[in-house]
């Protein structure tokens, strides 16, 4: 939502500025130039871009759009659920979780949760740790290393779709120059002709520049910083889900797990001991 309020912004403040100096709006609408630059754009993303990275950049551009998905409420969802698993096994040994963690979206416990539950690598991610819990062979700084590693693996996936659309606002300007050329090679054909035709040539020729780095500073910039704020915050999400399975794995009590977990969170995310303990502590469900 902020995201499109900022396009609006942009959009605004560029066309508002231009019409307040007495710009006619029909001269920055100019399809050859959109053509040039934005084709060249998205070939150079062709070229360069492996195609699992290519379809992940649509659905981050896509997650852009939307709202953020680490709320209080979703971490406070997170640790019902991470209470819920732990105190099960406490009780009933961890046996108890196994049907839970093989098969999440069957489970009676995750259903419960539908906002983690539909966070699916990130559930992927917690049931194999739990599943290392459960067969008891791994040493919890062990088990700490290898949830890093895969920390570390995915976050590095995450940035290359972060790298694809800064790759494109560093390009812009330069493509805008392409197009502006083109333009003035144009011109150069129609300098026999009348003045106001030269005019609308050269003018077509700025507005290639003016788009590509608009484009560039104004919207593709910023979504690409959008979308590593949003992967820092599911790094983070992941930091939290490690957090609480090592206490358990170290063995400590499902309160004090949570407690972990919720330790590991940002500051204007993280709910209260208070919060915490009334969420794990009252109705499920």
Do not use: W
């Not at 084709?39 to 659905?59: N, R």
């Not at 067969?135 to 890093?148: K, N």
């Amino acid at each position: 939502m902020f995201t499109l309020i900022g396009f609006v912004v942009v959009l605004g403040s560029v066309v508002g500025g231009f019409t307040m100096a007495g710009g006619n709006l029909a001269a920055l609408f100019q399809p050859s130039e959109i053509v040039t630059i934005c084709g060249t754009a998205l070939g150079a993303v062709v070229i360069s871009t492996p195609i699992g990275v290519l379809k992940a950049t649509v659905g981050k551009v896509v997650a852009v759009m939307k709202p953020p998905r680490y709320s209080k409420t979703m971490y406070l969802e997170s640790l019902r659920l991470l209470y819920e698993l732990f105190q099960t096994a406490r009780k009933d040994g961890l046996v108890a979780i196994e049907s839970h963690i093989e098969k999440p979206h069957d489970s009676a416990i995750f259903k419960k949760y539908p906002g983690p539950s539909h966070e699916h690598h990130a559930m992927e991610f917690l049931c194999d740790s739990l599943r290392l819990v459960l067969v008891g062979s791994v040493p919890p700084h062990d088990l700490e290393g290898m949830m890093d590693s895969e920390i570390d693996v995915h976050h590095e996936a995450e940035g290359k779709t972060v790298k694809v659309l800064q790759g494109v606002a560093d390009a812009l300007p330069g493509i805008g120059i392409v197009a502006a050329v083109l333009g003035i090679i144009v011109t150069m054909g129609h300098l026999a002709g009348p003045i106001e035709e030269i005019g609308h040539h050269v003018a077509a020729a700025l507005t290639g520049t003016m788009l590509g780095v608009l484009l560039a500073y104004g919207f593709i910039g910023p979504m690409s910083t959008a979308m590593e704020h949003g992967n820092s915050g599911e790094a983070r999400y992941y930091s939290f889900l490690k957090a609480g399975v090592i206490a358990f794995a170290k063995g400590f009590s499902p309160i004090v797990s949570v407690e972990f977990a919720r330790r590991s969170v940002f500051a204007e995310d993280r709910p209260s001991f208070a919060e915490m303990e009334a969420a794990v502590k009252g109705p499920k469900g």
